[in-house]
């Protein structure tokens, strides 16, 4: 029906999945392009996003490498068994053979009273009590070796089915530090968590309110695009690209913060390894880690574009 | 594309925009719609455009019924029309070329199809020198006559202008009058709004005349042959 082309020859449209290629494509070059043009709002948006993401990450991190040198710690002699009196060194070394049969044993060690008294002795330099004594007060001990895969709650199961065995006096647990330690690391991870779902929260609201602004600033835009054919998903393009970049770029920072932090905290970090024998094993945030941010921050982007947009741009119409 | 209006009417709160509208233009016609202002000219282009919807009766183009496209279609509908509107609606954030290139991004075009059309609709509004410029930088004249490149470079099957030469004096409007005849004639079906009645009687074509919402005279007589 129509003839000749008034604009001049040319062949049609391309195939939908190149157009659809060619859209995104312009629309990621249109929205890098309108993000230039507003230096200052776009950066502080940035990092705003960046220390949303860099606080929990870096919480998580730090809780992260901690737990998994905790769990590298050579499990310490952490169970000391002693012996009634009466018992003889004989029936605790059979004593010891039978424990060491157990599940959750490594290996037992045995200390007859006579040497414990001698390096008890040694070890305070009481020399003079020796001298007092009219009989060795200590019992036989039996150091326990815990198999290194077992946690704090079946120490204490293995406590308590140690105690009730015929000849054993009393077992002595020396596993509070590490309890206590699991436990902090376990409160410290879920702070960071939910933490960071507030943080994630935040940083869907505050993008999606500068892509309102954005949509609002270019409303005659939307308008236009519109009336001549463009559909909601033509509109929506270059602001949801705009999220990703943002969120991207957020992600990217945070990452940068966290790596200077880091720097900065270096000294302390490994001073505090120091004081428990150990050194930094594990890195406690590393390239992978900066990837997943990056990728976390462009999805949140891109979440909080689609959702501003679908409050925001759809109800734009030409009228 | 022929299209029917066929016994509309458009209801706005308590008042009628327009009363039983019936009539049809043949594909490749051009009309001329004229009438006092708030007779129901831009409420008959707006159903057209399905910017609004009729209250009754059906308005077909090229024998779909307009009350059949969903909502989620109407862009893909709006597509076959190439649209001039009094405002110009141009977008001051981009050059000439790129206001003109908008409708082939969003159909998809290719960057070399895209830059050929443009500067073929370009040169036949006289504008090709000036596709680099913002479109703030040219006059009221000039920014109509990039407006009108714009809703033809994607060769839609019907062009609508609504009231093209509002603003214009009469040589220019008769300029741009002359344009749209010169699109008529390879084979556009054109419907222009105007109340410059003294221009568009010396067009020699088909006149519907509108008056509080119906339809007054069925002017097909007087038009020519293009």
């Not at chain 1, 008294?117 to 007060?137: K, V």
């Not at chain 1, 293995?158 to 699991?182: F, I, K, M, N």
């Not at chain 2, 049809?24 to 202002?37: D, P, Q």
């Amino acid at each position: 029906m129509v003839g000749q082309s008034p604009a001049g020859a040319g062949s049609g449209p391309r195939p939908q999945v190149l157009a659809w290629a060619y859209h995104h494509r312009a629309a990621a070059k249109t929205s890098v392009e309108k993000m230039l043009r507003e230096p200052i709002s776009n950066t502080l948006t940035v990092l705003v996003i960046a220390f949303a993401l860099a606080l929990p990450t870096f919480g998580l991190a730090l809780a992260n490498a901690v737990n998994q040198e905790v769990k590298r710690l050579d499990a310490p002699p952490q169970l000391s068994l002693l012996t009634e009196s009466r018992v003889t060194l004989d029936d605790a070394k059979l004593l010891a053979e039978r424990i060491a049969l157990r599940p959750g044993v490594a290996s037992v060690k045995v200390i007859d009273r006579d040497t414990a008294l001698t390096e008890f002795i040694e070890a305070t330099g009481l020399d003079a009590l020796s001298s007092r004594l009219e009989s060795n007060p200590l019992p036989h001990t039996l150091w326990l070796y815990p198999a290194p895969n077992i946690r704090s709650a079946g120490l204490e199961q293995l406590s308590q089915d140690l105690t009730v065995l015929p000849g054993v006096a009393e077992v002595v647990l020396d596993s509070r530090w590490l309890e206590r330690l699991e436990a902090f690391l376990a409160l410290a991870r879920s702070i960071a968590v939910a933490l960071g779902m507030a943080m994630a929260l935040g940083v869907v609201l505050t993008l999606g309110n500068t892509l309102r602004l954005g949509i609002e600033s270019r409303r005659e835009e939307i308008v236009v695009i519109k009336l001549i054919g463009g559909g909601n998903a033509f509109a929506r393009r270059p602001f949801l690209y705009t999220g990703a970049l943002i969120g991207a770029l957020g992600g990217l920072v945070s990452g940068v913060l966290i790596f200077m932090t880091l720097e900065i905290l270096n000294a302390p970090i490994s001073q505090l390894f120091e004081l428990y024998d150990r050194s930094v094993t594990v890195a406690i945030f590393d390239l992978s880690d900066l990837t997943v941010l990056v990728g976390l921050g462009s999805v949140l982007g891109w979440t909080s574009a689609c959702y501003s947009v679908q409050l925001h741009l759809t109800r734009i119409q030409p009228r | 594309m022929d299209l029917v209006f066929d016994r509309v009417g458009k209801r706005f709160d308590q008042r009628d925009a327009l009363i039983d509208l019936t009539f049809s233009m043949a594909s490749g016609e051009m009309a001329f719609l004229t009438g006092h202002s708030g007779a129901g000219k831009s409420t008959l282009l707006r159903l057209l455009l399905l910017l609004d919807r009729a209250t009754s009766g059906e308005v077909s183009v090229n024998g779909r019924p307009l009350s059949k496209i969903r909502d989620s279609g109407i862009a893909a509908y709006r597509r076959d029309f190439g649209v001039v509107f009094q405002d110009h609606k141009l977008l001051f954030d981009r050059s000439v070329f790129h206001n003109v290139a908008l409708p082939l991004e969003i159909a998809g075009f290719t960057k070399r199809d895209i830059d050929r059309r443009v500067r073929a609709a370009l040169d036949k509004v006289g504008l090709l020198a000036r596709e680099r410029a913002s479109p703030e930088m040219l006059s009221g004249g000039e920014q109509q006559r990039v407006g009108i490149a714009r809703a033809v470079v994607a060769r839609p099957k019907i062009l609508i202008a609504d009231e093209p030469t509002g603003n214009l004096d009469p040589q220019l409007s008769a300029e741009i009058m002359g344009l749209f005849a010169a699109f008529n004639s390879v084979g556009v079906t054109v419907i222009v709004a105007s109340h410059d009645l003294g221009l568009i009687s010396r067009m020699s074509q088909r006149i519907l005349t509108l008056k509080e919402g119906r339809l007054i005279t069925l002017n097909t007589d007087l038009r020519g042959d293009s």
